[in-house]
């Protein structure tokens, strides 16, 4: 236990972000992509344009616009959330680790929980649809959005888990109202939105295999994606600190 | 107020852990949940006496540095815990919700509180902590299978495992059983004699009996008196008491019990006549007596004043 991250706050969180349902929810959000492409097999049109356009479209709307934030909300959420809930969070507040490295920890797993989540969801119906126009460079430009994705979203969603016992319904309005809806119709939003910087950087990490003309500058996304994340963790350490057991007068 | 001096450990003591409050009050807006509290405590267990909403779980989470003090210092083992995790090292607590994170088994909770704790060999501190209050049938089912009295062992299992010099304990009793809860006190017993500051905070005089040197009563917020055990429950039986009865002839009776010694006053009302008394045990043994002698029968006794609130409240009233 020492550096940056505590493995044993490690292990304590992965084992409670997969406790009970969660496994399940887990299972289903990676494999959901692969069965829509079943689908698509099954009933679309197999030439190879028709499977360019379908990866694209499932990558960027159901994987990265969709999943990612959504499994971002629950791990990022239930990472601190469960323990303010249920009064276990205490059990980690009186022991001699410092409150960031806590935070840290948690973020660090919540991050590749998401990650985990969202990675077969686009490798899986890559392997299933790939072909000459289909390079690996395209699924890998939407691992590498996922990627950035995931540590950006759990770093806001952790630090909603404290601010809030309401957060996975804050955290889902935030995605159903901000990510889905008002960063799509209100241009000037777009520059704040996570699901836009995931799009970016998988166009960017594509190598060219991947062509969304819309998408933000890197430069916005290197910006703004910092301030963002170091915002967050910032405030979720700042809050953990100052963190107060709550009394029942 | 009636204060009795606690057996206060000279806080020069170069190696024992003590406890210090000086003029500690917390409020919440505009409410004052502790209010100027000061004490000082050496090793041996002392008990945190009061009813529901006195102010015992804030004392107990200032000391351990999970609330900051309004005004005040807490300082435990001549650090201030709050906002200082290397305290935690000195520290045990034991809170009073019962949540234990329920994927985990007991022995898995217990290894990860050694871990946390940075020991070196965490399995074997944590097979020693749950022996130590018996749990080893038990230590590798999931805790969310626990009975209450389960999961209140394994936290101070959990509190235990770094041999820690101040324990702190949250209405520990709750949900234990009586077989359980004698186990308990042996242990806590023993941790006292090697020399541990142990603090539990009960709303119940009796389970501190035969355990706490000294007791500690808060009431609203407040420290209304502090001392011996012993002194503390005298002080607690010996109080003025309150009888409503109801009999064949309420006036009659009340008349004949004014000329015993113990009783102060006799007032008839609707209900019956309520009866105050100096010496309770007195005065139940004389009743049946009394009211025989006259020819008079006695239908009901009710204790009116036996709520913890009017012991308490007698208490701060001294």
Redesign the interface.
């Known amino acids: 236990?020492s550096g940056l991250l505590?493995r044993?706050?490690m292990?304590?969180t992965w084992?409670?972000l997969f406790?009970?349902r969660r496994v399940w929810l887990a299972v289903a959000f990676a494999l959901a992509p692969l069965f829509f492409t079943l689908v698509f097999m099954v009933v679309g049109d197999d030439g190879t344009d028709a499977r360019v356009g379908f990866l694209g479209v499932l990558q960027r709307d159901i994987v990265i616009g969709t999943l990612l934030p959504l499994a971002g909300v629950i791990f990022g959420t239930t990472a601190f959330g469960g323990e303010v809930d249920?009064?276990?969070l205490?059990?980690?507040?009186?022991?001699?680790?410092?409150?960031w490295q806590v935070v840290l920890s948690k973020l660090a797993v919540a991050s590749l929980s998401t990650f985990a989540v969202i990675a077969p969801a686009v490798m899986l119906p890559w392997l299933v649809l790939r072909n000459a126009d289909l390079p690996f460079s395209f699924a890998g430009g939407f691992l590498a959005g996922a990627a950035v994705g995931s540590l950006i979203y759990c770093a806001l969603f952790l630090s909603l888990g404290l601010a809030t016992r309401r957060a996975l319904v804050v955290g889902l309005l935030y995605v159903i109202g901000f990510e889905a809806t008002l960063s799509r119709s209100l241009g000037g939003l777009r520059s704040l939105s996570v699901r836009e910087f995931s799009i970016a950087i998988s166009q960017a990490a594509s190598a060219g295999a991947v062509k969304i003309p819309d998408a933000l500058s890197m430069a916005t996304v290197y910006w703004m994606g910092t301030i963002i994340l170091v915002g967050a963790v910032a405030w979720t350490m700042r809050k953990l600190?100052q963190y107060?057991?709550a009394?029942?007068? | 107020m009636t204060t009795l001096a606690p057996e206060v450990v000279p806080m020069s003591a170069p190696t024992r852990a003590v406890v210090e409050l000086r003029g500690v009050s917390r409020w919440y807006g505009n409410v004052v949940a502790v209010n100027d509290v000061s004490f000082s405590l050496g090793s041996g267990i002392t008990g945190l006496l009061g009813p529901n909403g006195a102010g015992k779980s804030t004392i107990l989470h200032m000391m351990a540095g999970l609330l900051r003090p309004s005004a005040g210092t807490v300082l435990v083992d001549g650090m201030s815990p709050a906002g200082n995790p290397d305290a935690y090292r000195r520290l045990g607590l034991v809170p009073e919700r019962e949540a234990v994170q329920p994927f985990l088994t007991g022995f898995e909770f217990v290894r990860t509180c050694a871990r946390l704790q940075g020991l070196p060999d965490a399995d074997a501190a944590a097979a020693r902590a749950i022996v130590q209050v018996d749990l080893e049938n038990a230590q590798h089912r999931k805790v969310g299978t626990y009975s209450k009295g389960m999961r209140q062992r394994i936290k101070i299992a959990g509190a235990l495992v770094h041999d820690p010099a101040v324990v702190l304990l949250d209405e520990p009793f709750n949900g234990m059983d009586p077989r359980q809860r004698l186990d308990m006190m042996d242990v806590l017993r023993e941790e006292a004699a090697n020399g541990r500051v142990i603090v539990i905070s009960s709303h119940i005089l009796e389970e501190l009996h035969d355990l706490a040197t000294n007791v500690l009563v808060m009431v609203s917020g407040r420290l209304a008196a502090s001392g011996h055990f012993r002194e503390i429950r005298r002080l607690m039986t010996d109080r003025p008491h309150t009888f409503t009865l109801r009999s064949s002839d309420d006036r009659r009776l009340g008349t004949a019990l004014l000329a015993h010694s113990s009783v102060f006053s006799v007032e008839l009302a609707a209900t019956g006549a309520v009866v105050r008394t100096a010496d309770r045990g007195a005065m139940t043994r004389e009743l049946p007596r009394i009211a025989r002698g006259i020819g008079v029968r006695l239908f009901e006794i009710r204790p009116t004043d036996e709520s913890l609130e009017s012991v308490f409240s007698y208490l701060v009233d001294q």
Do not use: C, F, H, N
């Open positions: 236990m505590s044993t706050v292990w304590l084992r409670q406790a009970r249920d009064g276990t205490v059990y980690l507040l009186v022991k001699p680790i410092p409150r600190v107060e057991m009394e029942r007068l």
